[in-house]
């Protein structure tokens, strides 16, 4: 992996590449940044630079053999933890290295892709995933022995706010007693929802979202997209490169939450002194409680996003909307002029409530029907 393939970061490529020039590597940092902006990416580049005994940005000029290990992620010094969950082969008590040629290839296939698009490759279902105890035992076993070069162990935990409270508390005394030439990476997009005595033990850096001039860049360098065309897919993208790519390849990921917000937002105008439509609010929720848990979750973030560009619209910050319907009969415009500073407020704690009791497994058809019935209320609020 090399630093001048991930899009942006240009001064956190920089500090990372002088501290390990420097030979002041920290034994813990903590990368967080927002979804699809390479920070997974720019750990690997890390971790192959100070394995290798690198150069500069192109990542070159140290063992060869050591760089070849790193192009399919198998480099024996080099260790990855992330979410799992029990499958049809693993049935109970599932650990990262029980997915490590799955890994491999998600990483190969979408090297920018988001914790969704790696629970999609593990069909996780209705379940959600989960970095356990067993990780942490894992973690101590494998860096307990010699490093295979004689050099760093590095160990990247992907997702690191997902580890629950025993892998946690295993992994803190791990970071309180380090042992000699490890390095942790822990990457998050959640930062808050790490442990303050795991995060209070790292150094932080914080990546920003992506620019668009930046996206843009990338998508004309490397995936030959015309100038005009990379700018508006940019736009779209919201700082998101992951999100860019599937915009580039004509891949609307977000088309049945969409559907799904349209038909929602409709039948709770429809509510309002109709007894009757809240039948059709009912019948919705039912069928998003089918759903899994983390497509719910990611479909009331989609919606939390199109309130917000309703309000931005109705506050004539036109720039800053990329959002172009596809719903027939669906024009934001209309819609926006619901959506004020007198209930966007209370439109997002109801949702980052509802998601809050889905991801502790409450029932979610009783959490979708009273956030419509909330939603009801909330979008004919003067």
Known sequence: MLFKEITGHEHIKNHLLTSAANARIPHAQLFAGPEGIGVLLTAIAYAQYVLCSNHGFENEGGREACNLKFQNFSHPDLHFVYPTVTTEDVKSKPKSLDFLPLWREF????????????????????????????????????LSLKSYEGGYKIMIIWMADKMNVAASNKLLKLLEEPTDKTLFILTTENEEDILQTIRSRCQVIHFPSLSEAAIAKQLAEYEGVEERRAMTIAHKAQGNYNKALSLCHNVNEDAPFEEWFVTWVRAAFRAKGNAAAIQDLINWSEDIAKLG??????????????????????????????????????????????????????????????????????NAKIILTDLSIKLTRLIHKK
């Open 107 to 142: 990483l190969t296939e979408k090297p920018y892709g988001s914790l969704f698009d790696w629970y999609d490759k593990l069909g996780v279902g209705n379940k959600q995933g989960e970095i356990r105890v067993e990780d942490a035992t894992e973690i101590l076993k494998s």
């Open 293 to 362: 848990r983390e497509t719910q979750k990611k479909f009331l973030h989609f919606c939390t996003d199109m309130f917000r560009q309703a309000l931005l619209l109705n506050y004539k910050a036109e720039p800053l909307v990329y959002y172009e319907s596809s719903i027939k009969g669906f024009d934001l415009e209309k819609f926006a002029p619901f959506i004020t500073g007198n209930n966007i407020t209370e439109i997002y704690k109801e949702l980052n409530d509802a998601v809050y009791h889905i991801e502790r497994n409450g």
